[in-house]
């Protein structure tokens, strides 16, 4: 199978005044496509650090990580902004919807901000709009929704630009259980319906069993 995220050797190190606090320790991980991955381990384990790196949201302090075969520490800033527009859709735990545009614009928000034409991506929208299930919600704010609905117009945002891999970072966590079954039932259905390659971050063992393999972290190492 085809790897599309390669990490090797990763090391993440913060310096806290005099004290280096060792995060991340000699990470290897090959996450392939189509894969559904579920990065699992107790708070401060490190395992969302792991994502925002993968997502090019932050830095490591070394080691190698390449995205479709394409090494970040090689890209300027312009390069790697363009790579996570173009290739990486994210879902984040509190949702991060600007409250006074409805949810049509919410979704269209990268595409405005990627400067282009929001009346070339009209079928696409009705598209995500079906996949998610909202619709009838098109026109309302996020104040109007349900924290499950503010969610699902986070993974269509995610979405919008066909990116071929998803990362979510505890994308249940702050619904309860029967809307997170909703929402971790959506991200499989994407996951096999449209083949992205989804990395979850979770500390729930039944959110982390939607995906097909699980990698746990704990203090900072790969088990």
């Not at 984040?92 to 990627?114: A, G, K, R, T």
């Not at 996020?142 to 979510?168: F, K, Y």
Request: proline share 4%; hydrophobic share 35%; charged share 30%.
């Amino acid at each position: 199978m085809k790897p599309v995220i390669e990490v090797k050797n990763l090391f993440k190190t913060y310096n806290l005044g005099s004290t280096c606090v060792d995060v991340l320790k000699d990470i290897n991980i090959t996450i392939n496509k189509g894969e559904f991955i579920s990065i699992m381990g107790p708070s401060g384990s490190g395992k969302s650090t792991l994502l925002y790196i993968i997502g090019g949201l932050d830095k490591p302090t070394s080691g190698s990580i390449k995205i479709n075969g394409n090494e970040l520490s090689s890209m300027n800033d312009v390069e790697e902004s363009e790579m996570r527009r173009r290739d990486i859709g994210f879902v984040f735990q509190f949702y991060n919807l600007i409250p006074n545009l409805n949810v049509e614009e919410n979704i269209l928000l990268p595409i405005l901000l990627d400067r282009k034409k929001m009346k070339d991506y009209k079928e696409k929208l009705e598209d995500i709009l079906g996949i998610v299930s909202l619709w009838e919600r098109r026109h309302h704010t996020p104040r109007e929704l349900s924290g499950g609905q503010q969610q699902r117009v986070a993974i269509a945002r995610a979405l919008i630009n066909d990116p071929e891999i998803i990362l979510a970072d505890e994308p249940i966590g702050n619904l309860d259980s029967k809307t997170g079954i909703e929402v971790m039932e959506l991200l499989r259905k994407i996951n096999l319906e449209r083949q992205r390659t989804i990395v979850q971050v979770t500390h729930s063992r039944e959110a982390a069993d939607y995906g097909n393999r699980i990698i746990n972290v704990k203090d900072g190492r790969v088990s």
